[in-house]
């Protein structure tokens, strides 16, 4: 495993990348360029950048209309303040009528720490999932974070792309494809699967390794990085090992495992499963590590609660 980095740097960073590539790529920000880091688009590109100040509801609309005109706009603040302060905006005025607006949005889950739940995210996923013309990403390494970028400019439609904060360790090697719909599976199972994204990846990652050193399982580990839409092959494979545990930086109601557990119960597949995240509570302040071994999203809670499960009868 490589050294931790912080995501927001390397996409901040490699927006600059996308502006190089295509003249339509223009940045507008909510006076949070360096909280997003993409400083440097704007010292690049300053008749390309835009800060409306502290109004993301503004900010929203103004990209609607930017888009509506032929660029690309790269929408920058915290997940809390685009998905909720500005949901109105995003529905209404980009995914009606289906602009190319690219929503990044940092500080997703509980990753912001001590920053507390004001501007932390544990309910995005299910704003965002809910509306029409939308797909939604979530990154786990840097050299994903630079594919989805990429990927992103060949999308002529609303994306939103969560972020943790949390410093994460790279879990990609440069060979992987993305994609709208797409998955990666990291680790092959045959005694069940994580399924995952974001800051979770690399814990679930570690998870595998300690239940198949401790417990002789063979516990497979799927990065469900397109989570509108999302991988049903992948999810079936997973839900043929009968052991399924989902794992994710967001409340467990409207998160990556309900998308997933509805989707099981249509088709009626059958399997033991168990969705790890926010209880569905204000979560007090606290640093990041903390938080994710409290609620089972480190790679010990990740594998106790798998091992639990799994001793379920099917």
Same mark, same amino acid.
């Given at each position: ?16 990348? #996308? ?175 994580? #399924? ?39 999810? #079936? ?78």
């Amino acid at each position: 495993m490589s050294e931790k980095v912080f995501l927001r740097n390397v996409v901040g960073e490699y927006t600059q990348v #996308l502006g190089n590539r295509d003249s339509k790529v223009v940045v507008v920000n909510a006076d949070l360029s360096g909280t997003c880091r993409n400083k440097s688009f704007s010292d690049s590109f300053p008749n390309r950048s835009f800060n409306v100040g502290i109004a993301e509801q503004n900010m929203i609309s103004f990209a609607a209309g930017l888009a509506h005109e032929g660029f690309k706009p790269y929408v920058f603040t915290m997940a809390p303040f685009l998905s909720m302060r500005a949901c109105e905006q995003v529905r209404t005025d980009v995914a009606y009528g289906n602009k190319n607006v690219k929503m990044i949005a940092v500080y997703a889950g509980v990753s912001g720490g001590i920053s507390g739940a004001t501007h932390w995210s544990i309910e995005d996923c299910g704003i965002m999932t809910s509306i029409p013309n939308v797909s939604v990403f979530e990154l786990s390494d840097s050299k994903m974070a630079r594919k989805l970028l990429d990927y992103s400019l060949s999308l002529n439609k609303p994306v939103y792309i969560r972020i943790g904060v949390d410093p994460v360790d790279d879990v990609y090697d440069d060979e992987f494809v993305i994609k709208e719909g797409g998955s990666t599976e990291l680790i092959q199972g045959k005694d069940g699967y994580i #399924l995952c994204s974001g800051v979770v990846v690399h814990q679930a990652v570690l998870a595998s390794k300690i239940l198949k050193e401790e417990y002789n399982l063979i516990v497979g580990v799927i990065d469900m990085y397109s989570i509108k839409p999302f991988d049903a092959e992948a999810l #079936l494979k997973a839900v043929n090992t009968k052991n399924v545990v989902v794992a994710q930086d967001h409340n467990v109601y409207g998160g990556l495992g309900s998308i997933l557990a509805k989707y099981i119960v249509e088709n009626g597949w059958t399997c033991n499963f168990r969705i790890l995240g926010i209880n569905d509570e204000f979560v007090s302040m606290a640093h990041a590590p903390f938080l994710y071994k409290k609620y089972k999203l480190d790679a010990n809670g990740i594998s106790e609660s798998f091992v639990s499960l799994s001793k379920k009868e099917n």
